[in-house]
């Protein structure tokens, strides 16, 4: 069974600090894995989808990357805005299904 | 707007009622899910569909039917609710990786 960690359960920092989150899973045969974020009593929004033989994507301020092989995959955000603040979840997923980590909150301080 | 749309998004139910938790979906995607997401925990899978007339199990199905009669609804059914459903409930369609979330339906049992 996947399991997903991620670490740290809660980040605060002041406006402009480059942050790095992070994800780990224990069964390496993943199809891709995305990272989402879900603001307070909504849904789940796409931000990144890496493929299993990609090592990294991009998506503006946003890169992550995927270790397959060591099951780890990092999001990194670059001068974090206070619309950031979020929780971000990691989601590794193969035969139609996602396995969620329970996230990462976010706070960026003005 | 394109989009799932869930419906009630707040519900609160004695232990023994029973409900249906409704699920539309406009974008002609055969495939939805439902997951449930508690507190310090990541979404977990309960049940899924391929498509019209098709349905399967995910991680956490028991308390809980489903059907699919058409591509564009997914209802979840609690037969006999019981307070450890209580819980946020999140339905999704997707075109391959290409998921939309729902804003989720809050239910709580007493």
């Known amino acids: 069974k996947q399991e997903v960690t991620q670490i740290p359960a809660a980040l605060s920092v002041p406006e402009g600090e480059n942050l790095v989150l992070n994800c780990s899973f224990t069964?390496?045969?993943?199809?891709?894995l995305q990272w989402f974020r879900q603001d307070p009593g909504k849904g789940l929004t796409s931000l990144l989808l890496?493929?299993?033989?990609?090592r990294e994507q991009t998506s503006g301020r946003l890169n992550a990357s995927l270790d397959k092989s060591s099951g780890r995959s990092t999001l990194y955000i670059a001068a974090s805005q206070p619309g950031d603040s979020a929780t971000y979840l990691c989601a590794p997923y193969n035969f139609n299904k996602f396995y969620f980590g329970s996230g990462t909150k976010l706070n960026v301080k003005p | 707007n394109a989009g799932v749309t869930q419906t009630p998004k707040f519900q609160v139910l004695k232990t023994g009622q029973s409900m249906t938790l409704q699920c539309a979906q406009d974008?002609?995607?055969?495939?939805m899910s439902w997951y449930r997401q508690d507190p310090g925990m990541g979404l977990r899978l309960i049940h899924y569909s391929v498509g019209a007339g098709i349905t399967d199990q995910g991680e956490v199905p028991n308390g809980y039917n489903v059907s699919r009669s058409t591509t564009e609804d997914f209802p979840l059914r609690l037969l006999s609710a019981a307070p450890s459903q209580t819980s946020v409930y999140f339905c999704?369609?997707?075109?391959?990786?290409?998921?939309?979330f729902g804003s989720g339906t809050r239910l709580t049992v007493v």
């Open positions: 069964d390496s045969a993943i199809y891709n």
């Open positions: 974008m002609n995607h055969e495939y």
């Open positions: 999704a369609s997707s075109y391959g990786s290409s998921y939309t």
């Open positions: 890496i493929q299993s033989s990609q």
